[in-house]
């Protein structure tokens, strides 16, 4: 269940490659991106999507906040 959508600049936590155009978008880069709140059997976990700085496809990664981990 989506509980809120927030548009933020994102700083990257770690490296991402994009699956579509292997460009790797490096740890701590600015990117316009969207937050979702999610619930899931009480446990609070954010879904962030960003574009892919060369190809400007959609990527995403998920969080778990609670156990301070990343899950994608």
């Known amino acids: 269940m989506i509980i809120k959508k927030k548009k ?3 700083m990257l ?3 991402v ?4 155009c ?5 740890k701590g880069r600015k990117v316009n991106g969207m937050i979702n709140k999610l ?3 009480k446990l609070s976990e954010y879904l962030f999507y960003f574009k892919c700085s060369n190809c400007k ?3 995403n990664f998920l969080t ?3 156990k ?4 994608k």
């Open 57 to 59: 496809k959609s990527c």
């Open 8 to 10: 933020r600049r994102l």
């Open 22 to 26: 292997k460009f790797n978008n490096k």
């Open 68 to 71: 301070f981990q990343y899950i």
């Open 17 to 20: 490659t994009c699956k579509l």
């Open 13 to 15: 936590p770690f490296d």
């Open 39 to 41: 619930l899931k059997k």
């Open 64 to 66: 778990n906040i609670d």
